[in-house]
Nanobody, 116 residues
Framework: QVQLVESGGGLVQPGGSLTLSCVAS????????MAWHRQAPGKQRELVAS???????NYADSVKDRFTISMDNAKNTVILQMNSLKPEDTAVYYC??????????WGQGTQVTVSS
């Protein structure tokens, strides 16, 4: 059974930083793609950032120049470094991965709250 487990969410003041981590556990040969999505109350889930196994990244316009996504292929881990956080970044953040032989997987989500 393959699972994605997120960590690192919490409460932070505007302008602060948080680092989210997501580890894929189980029998994994390779991960082709990993991403972070988020869903704020009353809104649809949206893509925040993504990264391919080869290191190609993509960011939502709203987080460009503030968030950085990275992937450790050896550790089956994706990291989202979030800087200059704004109240509008408040949401549940979900890890997503496309794993060889297992398909698409979602994590359970971690809450990020940006508030003074």
């Amino acid at each position: 059974q393959v699972q994605l487990v997120e960590s690192g969410g919490g409460l932070v003041q505007p302008g602060g930083s948080l680092t989210l981590s997501c580890v894929a556990s189980g029998t994994i040969r390779s991960i082709n793609f990993m991403a972070w999505h988020r869903q704020a109350p009353g809104k649809q889930r949206e893509l925040v950032a993504s990264i391919t196994r080869g290191g190609i990244t993509n960011y939502a316009d709203s987080v460009k120049d503030r968030f950085t996504i990275s992937m450790d292929n050896a550790k089956n881990t994706v990291i989202l470094q979030m800087n200059s956080l704004k109240p509008e970044d408040t949401a549940v953040y979900y890890c997503y991965a496309i794993i060889v032989s297992h398909g698409a997987k979602w994590g359970q989500g971690t809450q990020v709250t940006v508030s003074s």
